[in-house]
C-alpha cells in the first residue's frame, strides 16, 4: 500500500490531518453528549461547561505525560516544554487525565457518573479511532520496516514517514482496535453493567496497545517502549479493581441473604 496524501490538511501546516480528525469527531462526540445531557442527569449548559474543562484537561494530560517520557530532552532545553507548537502530545495522558477531569467534573454537578462514564467512553473511542485514522494518513506513527502483504509505504516528501520504506501502519493498527472497542461496546451495551464500558475500554486498548508495541520503532526499556509499560499498569490497576469490585459484590450478596434468612427466623 502506497500512500501520497500532504499530512497538512489542504496545505497548511497548522492543520494536520490528525488534528483536523480528531476537532471534527470531538466536536461530534460534544454535539451526541449533549443531545443526551437530560438522560446523563446534567443539563446541556453544564455539559458545554464539562467538555471545554475535558479539552483542557486532555491537553494538559497529553503535554505532561510527554514531558516525563522525554524527560532526559527536556533537562537540557527546560524551557522548550512550553513550545507546544513543536508538537508533543501523548495519547495516554489525554485518554487518563482527560478522562479523570471529565468525571470529576461530572461527579461535582450532579451527574449519574455510571451512565456519564459509557457515553463519554463512546465519545472518547470514535475520538480515538478518527484520530488514528488520520495519523495513518499523515505517516505519523512510525513502524518497523516488513514485507507483509498490508505494508504501507509514504512517498510524500512532508510526511514523517518518508523514505522509511514498508513498514507496519501502526496507526492504522490502534484504529482498528478503538473500532472493535467501539462496536462491542454498543452491540453489547445491554449485558454491560453500567459505568463497566471504560474499564472494558481501558483493558481493552491497553492490551491492544500492549501487543502493536512490539512493532513500533519508539525508544525501548527492558524491550518495552513506554506506552506499553503505561499498558502493564493500567491492566494492573483495572484488574485490581475488578477483583476487589467482585468481592465487594460477593460479601454485600452473603450479607443479604443472612438479613433475609434472619428476617424469615423472626416471622
Same mark, same amino acid.
Do not use: C
Given at each position: 500500500?502506497?500512500?501520497?496524501?500532504?499530512?497538512?490538511?489542504?496545505?497548511?501546516?497548522?492543520?494536520?490531518?490528525?488534528?483536523?480528525?480528531?476537532?471534527?469527531?470531538?466536536?461530534?462526540?460534544?454535539?451526541?453528549?449533549?443531545?443526551?445531557?437530560?438522560?446523563?442527569?446534567?443539563?446541556?449548559?453544564?455539559?458545554?461547561?464539562?467538555?471545554?474543562?475535558?479539552?483542557?484537561?486532555?491537553?494538559?494530560?497529553?503535554?505532561?505525560?510527554?514531558?516525563?517520557?522525554?524527560?532526559?530532552?527536556?533537562?537540557?532545553?527546560? +524551557?522548550? /516544554? $512550553?513550545?507546544?507548537?513543536?508538537? =508533543?502530545?501523548?495519547?495516554? !495522558?489525554?485518554?487518563?487525565?482527560?478522562?479523570?477531569? @471529565?468525571?470529576?467534573?461530572?461527579?461535582?454537578?450532579?451527574?449519574?457518573?455510571?451512565?456519564?462514564?459509557?457515553?463519554?467512553?463512546?465519545?472518547?473511542?470514535?475520538?480515538?479511532?478518527?484520530?488514528?485514522?488520520?495519523?495513518?494518513?499523515?505517516?505519523?506513527?512510525?513502524?518497523?520496516?516488513?514485507?507483509?502483504?498490508?505494508?504501507?509505504?509514504?512517498?510524500?516528501?512532508?510526511?514523517?514517514?518518508?523514505?522509511?520504506?514498508?513498514?507496519?501502519?501502526?496507526?492504522?493498527?490502534?484504529?482498528?482496535?478503538?473500532?472493535?472497542?467501539?462496536?462491542?461496546?454498543?452491540?453489547?451495551?445491554?449485558?454491560?453493567?453500567?459505568?463497566?464500558?471504560? +474499564?472494558? /475500554? $481501558?483493558?481493552?486498548?491497553?492490551? =491492544?496497545?500492549?501487543?502493536? !508495541?512490539?512493532?513500533?520503532?519508539?525508544?525501548?526499556? @527492558?524491550?518495552?517502549?513506554?506506552?506499553?509499560?503505561?499498558?502493564?499498569?493500567?491492566?494492573?490497576?483495572?484488574?485490581?479493581?475488578?477483583?476487589?469490585?467482585?468481592?465487594?459484590?460477593?460479601?454485600?450478596?452473603?450479607?443479604?441473604?443472612?438479613?433475609?434468612?434472619?428476617?424469615?427466623?423472626?416471622?
Amino acid at each position: 500500500m502506497t500512500i501520497d496524501i500532504n499530512p497538512w490538511a489542504f496545505g497548511t501546516m497548522i492543520l494536520p490531518w490528525t488534528t483536523l480528525s480528531i476537532i471534527v469527531s470531538a466536536s461530534g462526540g460534544i454535539a451526541w453528549m449533549l443531545r443526551h445531557a437530560h438522560s446523563l442527569g446534567v443539563r446541556p449548559r453544564v455539559m458545554h461547561s464539562i467538555a471545554l474543562r475535558t479539552v483542557l484537561w486532555s491537553l494538559l494530560g497529553a503535554r505532561l505525560f510527554h514531558l516525563m517520557d522525554h524527560a532526559s530532552f527536556y533537562v537540557d532545553v527546560p +524551557f522548550q /516544554a $512550553f513550545y507546544v507548537w513543536n508538537g =508533543g502530545l501523548s495519547l495516554w !495522558g489525554a485518554l487518563i487525565i482527560g478522562g479523570s477531569g @471529565a468525571l470529576w467534573h461530572a461527579k461535582r454537578n450532579g451527574a449519574r457518573v455510571p451512565a456519564f462514564s459509557d457515553a463519554l467512553t463512546l465519545a472518547g473511542l470514535a475520538t480515538l479511532l478518527a484520530g488514528r485514522f488520520g495519523d495513518f494518513l499523515a505517516g505519523e506513527r512510525l513502524g518497523m520496516g516488513t514485507s507483509l502483504p498490508w505494508a504501507v509505504t509514504y512517498v510524500n516528501e512532508r510526511s514523517v514517514a518518508f523514505s522509511t520504506g514498508p513498514t507496519h501502519p501502526v496507526a492504522l493498527y490502534e484504529a482498528f482496535v478503538a473500532m472493535a472497542l467501539l462496536v462491542g461496546l454498543i452491540r453489547f451495551r445491554g449485558k454491560i453493567q453500567e459505568g463497566w464500558g471504560v +474499564f472494558i /475500554a $481501558f483493558a481493552g486498548y491497553s492490551l =491492544g496497545r500492549l501487543a502493536i !508495541g512490539f512493532v513500533t520503532v519508539d525508544q525501548t526499556m @527492558a524491550k518495552l517502549d513506554a506506552s506499553q509499560w503505561v499498558a502493564i499498569a493500567i491492566l494492573i490497576v483495572i484488574g485490581i479493581f475488578a477483583v476487589r469490585s467482585k468481592k465487594r459484590s460477593r460479601s454485600l450478596g452473603n450479607r443479604t441473604r443472612t438479613q433475609d434468612k434472619a428476617r424469615g427466623e423472626n416471622t
